[in-house]
Every structure is written in structure tokens, then in C-alpha cells.
């Protein structure tokens, strides 16, 4: 069971920035694969970033479109912490951001479509508010 604590929500103006953390309990963090998702509401759960486990290609991260330039995904493994850094930060950002802990590596060949799906994830943290004003 691994357990997962948000922080760093809120309110900030368009074009600002927040840095959202994500603390991991219960299991190996530096085995685990892990990403960012965010829900508006009335809509479908959509991916943000992914960061992979350390391999010996290096670190895989991925982007969604909307958040590629501008969103930064990182994780400290001493800390056992996963990071947001939201700069550039649009109305549209608006959202509840979740973070996700996938236990099992994904296969090099299909990362991307595996870390982009919420449902490929074991386990999720509560969520964390981040609202942009125009």
C-alpha cells in the first residue's frame, strides 16, 4: 500500500507560478513510476507529466501537450517527493491535480500510452487545488 500527500495548491494569477509536491509512503518510491494528472470540472481526468523510475537509459518524463514548455516534473528519491514547477500558469490550468504512483515499470516500448492513462495507475494521492485568475 503506498499512501500519497499533496501540498502546494491555490490561487495564483495567470501567468504565475506554484510548485506542487507530492510525498510518498508505504513502499520503494525509487522503484515507482509516477505522474501528474489534473480534473476540471465537468470534465474527464487529463494527463500532465510522468517521470519513470531511474533505468539504464536515464529517466524517462513525458508531457501533455497543453503543459509542454511550461510545467516541470521532477522527484527527489531522498525525499521520497515527486514535483510539479507550474510556471507560465494559464486560466485554463485551473484544475484539481492529482498525483499517481504506477508500482510496475512500464515497458519501454509502449511508456508513453502506458503513463499517459489514468487507469494504467495503482495508486493516487487526494488532490490539490489550483485555481488561475484572469
Known amino acids: 500500500q503506498v499512501q500519497l500527500v499533496e501540498s502546494g495548491g491555490g490561487l495564483v494569477q495567470a501567468g504565475g507560478s506554484l510548485r506542487l509536491s507530492c510525498a510518498a509512503s508505504?513502499?520503494?518510491?525509487?522503484?515507482?513510476?509516477m505522474g501528474w494528472f489534473r480534473q476540471a470540472p465537468g470534465k474527464e481526468r487529463e494527463f500532465v507529466a510522468a517521470?519513470?523510475?531511474?533505468?539504464?537509459?536515464?529517466?524517462?518524463?513525458y508531457y501533455g501537450d497543453t503543459v509542454k514548455g511550461r510545467f516541470t516534473i521532477s522527484r527527489d528519491n531522498s525525499k521520497n517527493t515527486m514535483y510539479l514547477q507550474m510556471n507560465s500558469l494559464k486560466p485554463e490550468d485551473t484544475a484539481v491535480y492529482y498525483c499517481a504512483v504506477r508500482e510496475s515499470p512500464a515497458r519501454p516500448d509502449a511508456f508513453i500510452a502506458t503513463m499517459t492513462s489514468a487507469g494504467q495507475y495503482d495508486y493516487w494521492g487526494q488532490g490539490t487545488q489550483v485555481t488561475v485568475s484572469s
Open positions: 517521470i519513470s523510475r531511474i533505468s539504464w537509459t536515464g529517466i524517462d518524463i
Open positions: 508505504g513502499g520503494t518510491f525509487s522503484s515507482y513510476a
